[in-house]
């Protein structure tokens, strides 16, 4: 019904950067907030950004100066621009949304909606 498809992840260099978008499609009527997740190998999934519908951020302070989080409401999409990257960042990373779907007769929210994750590697 609804999908989160992201694009953007991929092998960098350290300092180098990368843009993840996370475009949201399907019956949607809105999407309250949306955020990146990460995990590495052997560690619990954590969150990197948030913004919500009026444009709040807030971001994990591992990442906090490097990372961008904006989005697109004309398009329902979340990017993160991250810069100066570490090979700490390694992770899979995970496009997250609290929206609403659009049905029938009615709407319902969806609070807890996972996109598939895509790969980011730092490394030399």
């Known amino acids: 019904q609804v999908q989160l498809v992201e694009s953007g992840g991929g092998l960098v260099q350290p300092g180098g950067s990368l843009r993840l978008s996370c475009a949201a499609s399907g019956s949607i009527f809105s999407i309250n907030v949306m955020g990146w997740y990460r995990q590495a190998p052997g560690k619990q999934r954590e969150l990197v950004a948030g913004i919500s519908s009026g444009g709040s951020t807030n971001y994990a302070d591992s990442v906090k100066g490097r990372f961008t989080i904006s989005r697109d409401n004309a398009k329902n999409t979340v990017y993160l621009q991250m810069s100066s990257l570490k090979p700490e960042d390694t992770a899979v990373y995970y496009c997250?949304?609290?929206?609403?779907?659009?049905?029938?007769?009615?709407?319902?929210?969806?609070?807890?909606?996972w996109g598939q994750g895509t790969q980011v590697t730092v490394s030399s």
């Open positions: 997250h949304a609290d929206l609403v779907i659009r049905r029938r007769f009615d709407v319902r929210r969806e609070s807890d909606y």
